[in-house]
């Protein structure tokens, strides 16, 4: 999903953006890490923001959680359909079958599909989600890191379908144009980082809650940049930056760039990557509800959501964060054919926004920890720290830059670029909706059920 449209921002210092995004993800995850040490709650960034800074800003903390879940439900979603009529096109030996993801009310029809299937496996119970996760996203693996090293050793006999030496001017961000380019392509390299905190959500379910979920995020940043890195060098190297035919520079396949590389890599296994991007976008769109589901349950516990919890599961919240997607997409769909490209970008800015808030409640929660011992400085103060700093930059200069209705996909809503219009209507809505919950329900925003501490900080 972020492959192509890095590509076309950047050019040839792909892996170098990506690089600098898996940054402020591997110091954030640190912070988060921490915080998980101390505090294991499902509500995660909700609730670790209002113990550091109040109710009022961990309310939005909580809101960030569950847009930027709810905008990548419909962006997963919209990847699947895409790949499953490709895959079918394949299988049948009609092209033209492929075409049918851009008859909208099939798309939006085929979305909602797989939106209710994730759905189902979701409101089921934990174990069937594990058990699911383990095929799906081994399967995965096994065939993207395939990929990338065929294309790799392709590139190295000479068999490519474009040759490309790796150049260290690759890794070097420096040599990216100008800034805006730069925070563009960093905005688009955290989508595809984010989610590892999808472990920490399901922190009280764990065994020795206090590490394990803490350690698999951090794990989690480390493997995805290892594989995308290979990946990513492998398609430059195969079939370079070039705006013709399979070249990642080529506008016509930048939304698809894996089923446009998949027959020249893998020949007659092409069809195992088309399988795969499914097989990934179905397991991702599944554990995705894993996140807003116990958020939602969070807040509705502590009473800043209005979401019975009278049976202790979230059960009710996956539905409420299906239902919401499904909305989400539809609306978006009908507005924008480029629904894909203009997400990704709304996701970035969605992402600084709750992942910086919640590395300063890290920053702030441990202030009686900073100078204690070098870990403390480090993982405590500086890498949250620092981390935070880099999101929150991200988020300004991405704000300022989507005004432009060239931004993203060109999409525009009165003279707004659509990707601005979406992150700052989002931040608004909930802004709103937090008016109306304290009007309603005052109790947590009084204090009452979740009120701020740094006690455990203190005692530790």
């Not at 961990?58 to 790949?83: E, K, P, Q, R, Y």
């Not at 890191?145 to 420096?174: E, K, M, S, Y």
């Not at 992402?351 to 910086?356: L, N, Q, S, V």
Request: hydrophobic share 55%.
């Amino acid at each position: 999903g972020a492959l192509g449209p890095t590509a076309s921002e950047v050019g040839a210092q792909v892996p170098a953006i990506f690089a600098v995004g898996f940054i402020p993800m591997l110091l954030v995850a640190l912070g988060y890490r921490e915080l998980n040490l101390y505090m294991p709650d499902s509500g995660t960034s909700f609730t670790w923001a209002t113990r550091a800074f109040g109710p009022w800003v961990g309310w939005m903390a909580g809101w960030g959680v569950i847009v930027a879940t709810v905008v990548v439900l419909s962006n997963i979603a919209a990847i699947a359909v895409d790949f499953f009529y490709l895959m079918l096109a394949q299988v049948l030996g009609r092209p033209d079958v492929a075409g049918l993801t851009d008859v909208l009310p099939v798309n939006i029809a085929t979305c909602l599909v797989f939106i209710a299937l994730a759905t189902l496996v979701s409101y089921r119970d934990m174990q069937t989600t594990q058990r699911l996760q383990y095929a799906l996203v081994s399967f995965q693996l096994v065939v993207f890191v395939g990929f990338g090293l065929v294309a790799l050793v392709r590139w190295l006999t000479g068999t490519a379908w474009n040759p490309t030496p790796i150049q260290l001017d690759w890794f070097n961000p420096l040599a990216v144009p100008d800034a805006s380019t730069f925070i563009a392509g960093v905005s688009l390299s955290l989508f595809i980082y984010w989610g590892w905190d999808v472990s920490l959500t399901v922190n009280e379910e764990v065994e020795d809650s206090g590490r394990t979920p803490g350690r698999a995020a951090v794990l989690t940043v480390l493997a995805i940049v290892s594989v995308y890195i290979v990946v990513t060098l492998g398609s430059m190297t195969f079939a370079g930056l070039g705006e013709e035919g399979i070249g990642l520079g080529n506008p016509a396949i930048q939304e698809n760039v894996f089923f446009a590389l998949s027959e020249p890599v893998l020949g007659p296994f092409a069809i195992l990557m088309s399988l795969t991007v499914l097989t990934s976008s179905a397991a991702s769109l599944q554990s995705t509800f894993v996140s807003p589901s116990r958020t939602l349950l969070a807040m509705g516990h502590y009473r800043a959501m209005p979401i019975s919890p009278r049976f202790y599961t979230p059960g009710n919240a996956t539905i409420v964060s299906a239902l919401s997607a499904a909305t989400f997409y539809t609306m978006l769909r009908l507005v924008s054919t480029t629904v894909l490209w203009d997400t990704v970008q709304t996701l970035g800015a969605m992402i600084a926004f709750y992942y910086g808030l919640t590395a300063f409640a890290a920053v702030w929660y441990f202030r009686g920890h900073w100078f204690r011992s070098p870990r403390d400085f480090l993982f405590r103060l500086l890498a949250p720290g620092l981390g935070g700093t880099i999101l929150a930059a991200i988020l300004v200069m991405t704000l300022k830059d989507s005004m432009d209705p060239a931004y993203g996909s060109g999409s525009q809503i009165l003279g707004f670029g659509l990707v601005f219009v979406l992150t700052v209507g989002l931040i608004a809505l909930g802004l709103v909706l937090m008016v109306i919950q304290r009007l309603l329900d005052p109790v947590f925003f009084r204090g009452e059920v979740l009120a701020v501490s740094d006690a455990v900080a203190d005692d530790a």
